[in-house]
């Protein structure tokens, strides 16, 4: 079969070109067939990035981390308490996600505690006490995020060495002695079960 007469411009999808030579020329379907099956190919091109088909494949996964201040570490525990000084130690508990730059050590003879801070490594010997007074301790860690919260309170009493009954109530004393003109701190001993001690 023959066509005897067709109009090209309407087999053109809007916006593709199509040049014909010599549209008056009769052509076969055949001849056709070719020129209609890549206007369409164009045509899919065109407009296939203007469909909406839905939500493409995720991307690969991949573990993220965030990063926070460093837990507070556990209560200070003791060793070695004597008159002047005292030996204070704590333990991490975790480094927020980056590692813990520094640590602090507070002490202080009121619970809502005073410049007195050190840095420390988890153990610190504190020098220079008060005999007998009873210290407050608390530590904290910093890292790259900031500082983190300050250990639960703990409480150390140092030793005295001595007590006096001061109006029917037994206190701690700290005992002095006259040594060369000069008073010194006494330390006094008890021997208990052939063993002496360090008292109060």
Not at 8 to 21: D, F, H, Q, R, T
Not at 66 to 79: G, K, L
Request: glycine letters at 8%.
């Amino acid at each position: 079969m023959r066509i005897e007469n067709y109009n090209c411009a309407k087999l053109v999808p809007s916006g593709i070109s199509l040049k014909v030579e010599d549209p008056i020329v009769p052509r076969t379907v055949s001849e056709i067939t070719p020129v209609l099956t890549s206007v369409e190919s164009a045509s899919s091109k065109r407009k296939k990035p203007e469909l909406d088909v839905g939500w493409g494949d995720w991307s690969a996964m991949r573990v993220g981390t965030t990063w926070d201040v460093p837990p507070a570490p556990s209560p200070v525990y003791f060793d070695e308490t004597k008159q002047t000084s005292i030996k204070a130690m704590f333990n991490s508990q975790g480094d927020g996600g980056t590692p813990v730059l520094e640590w602090q050590l507070n002490w202080a003879l009121t619970a809502d505690g005073g410049p007195d801070v050190t840095p420390s490594q988890g153990t610190s010997i504190i020098l220079n006490l008060l005999a007998g007074r009873t210290y407050f301790f608390k530590a904290r860690g910093r890292n790259a995020v900031g500082w983190g919260a300050w250990s639960p309170l703990r409480t150390a009493t140092l030793i005295a060495g001595a007590l006096v009954n001061v109006a029917s109530v037994w206190k701690r004393a700290v005992p002095y002695v006259k040594e060369g003109g000069v008073w010194k701190m006494a330390r006094p001993y008890v021997k208990v079960a052939g063993v002496w001690k360090e008292t109060l």
